[in-house]
């Protein structure tokens, strides 16, 4: 399926550089610096964690900083070239595992491992005790000390963790420490299909049930950064066929999952179902004071006004985190264009519904496919022609949607027209951007394809209707600006000036590259 011989050098570029970032390349917060327009950490770090009242002894921390997890640091690196590269390698916008722990600890090729065993016995037999018991702080302060690089728990115990402890528990505190030992586990025993603690179904009924869980965002963080590990390592080994994305959000086999995370997503951004107001409380808990009192500060004063309010701080994360599962369902499979086709035909009639536009721009900036940002809005251009064209997305069918749009979406009554023409001009600069990220990026290429090209130095391919004149650009600006004329009274609002001045830049700056 993969052609190891011509990949060769990316294996070994990613060893060097993709997987083992140095020191040097790590700002204070230990995220890595240099790479263009990477998205947010996954896993922030969880409030401190402070010391149990009961029998456990010690902290997480302390744990955390045990013999077994303080390695050697990898010496900065010199080879100006991997890092040159490596800024151009652009098939998968992110730079791996982002873990509380270990951030700059060296590689497994540097420090040989053998092969972890299970925790021996006589511990776990501690261990579960204190599960019958129902001694959660005993139980994880025993999980805490015994696990090591050496020794890694059973599956049942990190399902129990799951489960019966960060999906059931209403304190804090619990739920952070249970979430600080599964990323710990994570780290190092990275989940696989055959050790991951979790499956759809406990996810599904996650996201769906109706009830508060305290810890369901927290789970949420867990459930992707198992599917990061995952899928770099086995894009790192040229078999993504076998990683946990492939099992469970594959566009060729499992679509129906896919088709539940979209329903996540848009619940999510429109405030809808398990994510609402009422959960608030627990979205002050994960802030800092500071940013805690601009939250509050910026919430709207009546539940009305808040249902046509941008998404709040947790419905956010929980964004992102969707987001980034959708980006793992276009790259899986062999064909990102096939794959990014099918999931916008599934958000396409969503979008449509979506009656606030600050909640549309959420859906549509946070998207980290490009190449599906580009097939949605394509078709939401194409909708809104009052001629509908058969040209490919290109350049030339760009400037056909500027001169032929109509406002968006009909529906919306008490905005003004002005606005929905904004609006419209806004998502077209969008899909520009979109357009030449998937271009000059090779996005429509498999994975295993786009290192090749990458590392050829392939020039993007353009296609014949990509051939546009800044004449053209000068001219159909012109015809837009008389369509406004018609429809808006002069003189033409701030908005609408700018929003077409820029789209004109745009297409200038792509038309002299």
Same mark, same amino acid.
């Not at 601009?294 to 046509?308: F, K, M």
């Not at 394509?378 to 032929?404: A, R, W």
């Not at 050829?456 to 053209?472: C, E, G, M, R, W």
């Given at each position: 399926?993969?052609?190891?011989?011509?990949?060769?050098?990316?294996?070994?570029?990613?060893?060097?550089?993709?997987?083992?970032?140095?020191?040097?390349?790590?700002?204070?917060?230990?995220?890595?610096?240099?790479?263009?327009?990477?998205?947010?950490?996954?896993?922030?770090?969880?409030?401190?964690?402070?010391?149990?009242?009961?029998?456990?002894?010690?902290?997480?921390?302390?744990?955390?900083?045990?013999?077994?997890?303080?390695?050697?640091?990898?010496?900065?690196?010199?080879?100006?070239?991997?890092?040159?590269?490596?800024?151009?390698?652009?098939?998968?916008?992110?730079?791996?595992?982002?873990?509380?722990?270990?951030?700059?600890?060296?590689?497994?090729?540097?420090?040989?491992?053998?092969?972890?065993?299970?925790?021996?016995?006589?511990?776990?037999?501690?261990?579960?005790?204190?599960?019958?018991?129902?001694?959660?702080?005993?139980?994880?302060?025993?999980?805490?000390?015994?696990?090591?690089?050496?020794?890694?728990?059973?599956?049942?115990?990190?399902?129990?963790?799951?489960?019966?402890?960060?999906?059931?528990?209403?304190?804090?505190?619990?739920?952070?420490?249970?979430?600080?030992?599964?990323?710990?586990?994570?780290?190092?025993?990275?989940?696989?299909?055959?050790?991951?603690?979790?499956?759809?179904?406990?996810?599904?009924?996650?996201?769906?049930?109706?009830?508060?869980?305290?810890?369901?965002?927290?789970?949420?963080?867990?459930?992707?950064?198992?599917?990061?590990?995952?899928?770099?390592?086995?894009?790192?080994?040229?078999?993504?066929?076998?990683?946990?994305?492939?099992?469970?959000?594959?566009?060729?086999?499992?679509?129906?999952?896919?088709?539940?995370?979209?329903?996540?997503?848009?619940?999510?951004?429109?405030?809808?179902?398990?994510?609402?107001?009422?959960?608030?409380?627990?979205?002050?808990?994960?802030?800092?004071?500071?940013?805690?009192?601009?939250?509050?500060?910026?919430?709207?004063?009546?539940?009305?006004?808040?249902?046509?309010?941008?998404?709040?701080?947790?419905?956010?994360?929980?964004?992102?985190?969707?987001?980034?599962?959708?980006?793992?369902?276009?790259?899986?499979?062999?064909?990102?264009?096939?794959?990014?086709?099918?999931?916008?035909?599934?958000?396409?009639?969503?979008?449509?519904?979506?009656?606030?536009?600050?909640?549309?721009?959420?859906?549509?900036?946070?998207?980290?496919?490009?190449?599906?940002?580009?097939?949605?809005?394509?078709?939401?251009?194409?909708?809104?022609?009052?001629?509908?064209?058969?040209?490919?997305?290109?350049?030339? %069918? !760009?400037?056909? /949607? @500027? *001169?032929?749009?109509?406002?968006? #979406?009909?529906?919306?009554?008490? &905005?003004?027209?002005?606005? $929905?023409?904004?609006?419209?001009?806004?998502?077209?600069?969008?899909?520009?951007?979109?357009?030449?990220?998937?271009?000059?990026?090779?996005?429509?290429?498999?994975?295993?394809?786009?290192?090749?090209?990458?590392?050829?130095?392939?020039?993007?391919?353009?296609?014949?209707?990509?051939?546009?004149?800044?004449?053209?650009?000068?001219? %159909? !600006?012109?015809? /837009? @600006? *008389?369509?406004?004329?018609?429809? #808006?009274?002069?003189?033409?609002? &701030?908005?609408?000036?700018? $929003?077409?001045?820029?789209?004109?830049?745009?297409?200038?700056?792509?038309?002299?590259?």
């Amino acid at each position: 399926m993969y052609n190891r011989d011509s990949s060769s050098r990316a294996s070994t570029q990613l060893d060097q550089v993709l997987f083992s970032p140095s020191p040097s390349s790590l700002d204070s917060n230990g995220s890595t610096c240099g790479i263009e327009e990477l998205p947010p950490r996954l896993s922030p770090a969880p409030a401190s964690i402070t010391e149990s009242p009961r029998k456990a002894k010690g902290t997480f921390l302390e744990a955390c900083g045990s013999q077994e997890a303080r390695q050697r640091v990898t010496p900065a690196r010199t080879n100006v070239d991997s890092m040159v590269w490596l800024n151009k390698l652009r098939y998968f916008r992110r730079s791996g595992v982002q873990h509380l722990f270990f951030h700059g600890t060296a590689s497994d090729k540097e420090t040989p491992q053998r092969k972890p065993k299970l925790i021996p016995s006589s511990k776990m037999s501690m261990v579960r005790t204190t599960m019958e018991e129902n001694f959660l702080e005993g139980t994880l302060h025993f999980l805490s000390d015994f696990i090591s690089r050496q020794h890694c728990p059973p599956k049942e115990i990190i399902s129990h963790l799951i489960r019966q402890i960060l999906l059931n528990s209403d304190q804090e505190e619990i739920l952070q420490n249970t979430y600080t030992l599964l990323m710990k586990i994570q780290m190092l025993h990275p989940a696989n299909t055959a050790t991951v603690g979790w499956d759809w179904t406990l996810l599904k009924y996650t996201m769906e049930n109706q009830e508060k869980l305290p810890g369901r965002l927290l789970f949420l963080q867990y459930v992707v950064q198992t599917l990061e590990d995952d899928f770099q390592q086995n894009l790192r080994l040229h078999l993504l066929q076998k990683s946990i994305t492939k099992k469970v959000l594959s566009c060729d086999t499992c679509f129906s999952n896919v088709k539940e995370v979209v329903e996540w997503l848009v619940a999510v951004v429109t405030g809808t179902r398990f994510f609402q107001l009422q959960e608030r409380t627990q979205e002050t808990t994960c802030l800092s004071a500071g940013t805690e009192r601009s939250l509050s500060a910026a919430q709207p004063a009546s539940t009305d006004q808040a249902e046509l309010a941008p998404p709040t701080f947790f419905a956010q994360k929980a964004m992102l985190l969707l987001q980034r599962m959708l980006s793992f369902a276009v790259e899986v499979d062999r064909s990102p264009n096939c794959s990014s086709c099918k999931i916008a035909d599934v958000i396409f009639p969503f979008i449509l519904n979506i009656p606030v536009r600050s909640q549309r721009e959420a859906l549509l900036n946070t998207m980290e496919s490009n190449l599906l940002r580009c097939k949605l809005l394509e078709m939401i251009f194409q909708h809104s022609c009052d001629v509908p064209t058969n040209l490919p997305l290109s350049l030339s %069918k !760009i400037l056909y /949607f @500027l *001169g032929h749009s109509s406002v968006l #979406l009909q529906y919306q009554d008490g &905005v003004a027209t002005w606005q $929905k023409w904004d609006e419209l001009l806004q998502y077209l600069s969008l899909l520009l951007l979109s357009y030449q990220n998937v271009i000059s990026e090779h996005l429509r290429s498999s994975l295993s394809e786009r290192m090749d090209l990458i590392i050829q130095k392939a020039k993007p391919k353009l296609q014949d209707d990509d051939d546009i004149s800044q004449l053209d650009i000068h001219l %159909k !600006i012109k015809d /837009f @600006l *008389g369509r406004m004329e018609q429809v #808006l009274e002069q003189p033409f609002p &701030v908005q609408i000036k700018e $929003k077409v001045c820029m789209l004109k830049k745009l297409l200038l700056v792509v038309t002299a590259t």
